[in-house]
């Protein structure tokens, strides 16, 4: 089994900052891809950023430019900062990673249980 737990999230200003953490534990013998989700109400979930193993990453357009992702291999955590936050940045923020467990050699994806962002003065 493999567990996603993220951490982080909570009520800020507009123009304000957060750090989102997601640590990977369980039976994993290696993460590929890991990246940062989002739903708001009323809306389907959307990808915010992701990070391959080796650093590369992807972001969505409405972020670019306010919100950066990395990685530590060493701790299984991926990272999202926050910055220059938008009332429309508003949702449950879920964690994504495609794991290789060590029954099997299988890879799948697992995601965390979310934790909500609130942008709003």
């Known amino acids: 089994q493999v567990q996603l737990v993220e951490s982080g999230g909570g009520l800020v200003q507009p123009g304000g900052s957060l750090r989102l953490s997601c640590a990977a534990s369980?039976?994993?013998?290696?993460?590929?891809?890991m990246g940062w989700y989002r739903q708001a109400p009323g809306k389907q979930r959307e990808l915010v950023a992701s990070i391959g193993r080796g650093g590369i990453t992807n972001y969505a357009d409405s972020v670019k430019g306010r919100f950066t992702i990395s990685r530590d291999n060493a701790k299984n955590t991926v990272y999202l900062q926050m910055n220059s936050l938008k009332p429309e940045d508003t949702a449950v923020y879920y964690c994504n990673a495609e794991v290789t467990v060590l029954i099997g050699l299988r890879s799948r994806e697992y995601w965390g249980q979310g934790t909500q962002v609130t942008v709003s003065s």
């Open positions: 369980g039976s994993i013998f290696s993460i590929n891809a």
